[in-house]
């Protein structure tokens, strides 16, 4: 209760001297080419918005991005909020003057109603772009009859309305916010970057070395007889030729990625992780398995915890953080990803399996409401609902490893072909004609 009186008077005293403040500011005009983009979070968890920043500058726009710590455990919602809405509103009456101001959400808690204030204040369009719906990530911890989640429900309708534009992820979202919010929106799939594509042989080793040095799962089991040549668990660059070719009985990467949070369920995997190791135990026709999971977020130690336990025998797992540079290079060099992201709204699609395609690496991801927009069955990837589905597509896709006649191979020739679209060229003809006027015909 204390906490949040000093909030508000906080508020009260404050928040008149920062309205007049930037609004002497606003009053000089708006930069026509401007753009501020808004994370109410960590910026590189948010690759869309990172991405959207890229391509309106590439389009000639300046673009200011704006990222926020969530802050403590300790702040519960309400002085939280308050303190968080008065530091955004701040920051953004101060900015330079935009035409747009590009949101993400979730979360949308307290941003979408500051950012739509600036814009009545200051001339600003809003564009929301949704992600998914904060209210129903909330509901995975709260449950979804809490008032506090009821409360974000309401918020998102009320405010979401009033935005000047709207971008989606899936059609799926865009059909049900157009039915139950009244909001009409634009689809604009996630796209990989060009950065996420096949990793070529000699970076692939490059990497695995450098990933041997601190993880041991990456390193040969026997040393090669020439102490000259390099060797890692997958790859051997001959000394003489310097040319890297792959071991012959080589074990299989899996790589997953996750932000170890509630709506991913990794005990799906280690448990299907069990069972390929019972039928690999009983004879040769299946490799053994290195399986990296990378990321961060709440629930991994949890995880970590549970896979310290396990005691395999064919099978490795770690799970590291990945300097940005090493986590595309790591996708185009796997044999295989898992995806266990099932949105809290049914209405999101995993953008690590966006990722994993670019580099043309097959997905076995876990079903839910509209994820065939993403990964069809039996063409790019395979669905599975749980463990034991998971382990009989694992054992399938790696029978034999690495025959090249085998389904993970014609999988990956599948998405060769497909010639995917990239997020640049995807943004240019989906987003480019919604944000351009008068002014910026010349782009």
């Known amino acids: 209760m204390a906490a949040s009186c000093v909030a508000l008077l906080f508020l009260s005293l404050f928040l008149p001297l920062l309205l007049l403040g930037g609004w002497k500011r606003w009053q000089r005009g708006r930069a026509a080419r401007h753009v501020v983009v808004v994370v ?24 200011t991005l704006l990222g926020f710590c969530i802050g403590p455990r300790v702040l519960r919602y309400g002085i939280k909020v308050v303190f968080q809405a008065v530091y955004l509103l701040w920051k953004l009456m101060w900015q330079e003057p935009s035409t747009y101001i590009f949101l993400q959400n979730p979360p949308g808690l307290p941003s979408i109603s500051v950012c739509w204030l600036v814009g009545c204040l200051c001339g600003s369009k809003l564009v929301i772009d949704w992600h998914n719906y904060g209210y129903s990530i909330m ?95 997958f790859t051997e660059r001959d000394a003489q030729t310097r040319v890297v070719t792959r071991l012959c009985r080589r074990p299989a990467l ?47 130690e949890h995880y970590t915890r549970l896979i310290s336990q396990k005691r395999f025998q064919r099978i490795q797992v770690c799970t590291p953080w990945l300097e940005a540079e090493d986590y595309p290079l790591l996708l185009g060099s796997a044999d295989l990803g898992v995806c266990l992201h099932k949105s809290s709204s049914g209405l ?96």
């Open 139 to 233: 509901g995975l911890v709260h449950g979804v009859t809490h008032p506090i989640v009821l409360l974000a429900k309401w918020y998102e309708k009320l405010f979401g309305r009033l935005s000047h534009l709207n971008l989606c992820v899936t059609n799926a979202m865009r059909e049900d916010l157009a039915e139950n919010w009244r909001i009409r929106a634009v689809t604009l799939y996630d796209k990989p970057a060009s950065f996420f594509k096949e990793t070529p042989l000699d970076l692939q080793h490059e990497l695995f070395m450098k990933l041997g040095r601190t993880h041991s799962l990456f390193r040969a089991c026997l040393e090669p007889s020439d102490p000259t040549t390099e060797r890692s668990a």
């Open 254 to 300: 899996l790589v997953s990625s996750t932000s170890w949070t509630e709506d991913e369920d990794f005990s799906i995997l280690l448990a299907a992780l069990e069972k390929f190791e019972q039928v690999a135990s009983d004879g040769d026709s299946l490799p053994s398995l290195v399986c990296v999971i990378t990321g961060r977020g709440p629930l991994k």
């Open 40 to 63: 109410l979070g960590d910026v590189g968890r948010s690759p869309r918005m990172q991405y959207h920043a890229l391509s309106l500058a590439k389009c000639g726009f300046s673009v």
């Open 348 to 443: 999101d699609l995993p953008m690590k399996v966006v990722d994993m395609f670019g580099c043309c690496l097959p997905v076995c991801a876990v079903n839910f409401k509209c994820l065939h927009e993403l990964v069809k069955h039996g063409e790019n990837g395979l669905v599975f609902e749980d463990a034991e589905e998971l382990a009989s597509q694992l054992q399938m896709l790696l029978s034999k490893f690495p025959d090249p006649a085998g389904k993970l191979n014609q999988f990956r020739k599948n998405l060769r072909e497909s010639e995917q679209l990239r997020w640049d060229e995807s943004w240019q003809r989906t987003v480019l004609p919604l944000v351009m006027d008068s002014r910026c015909e010349g782009l």
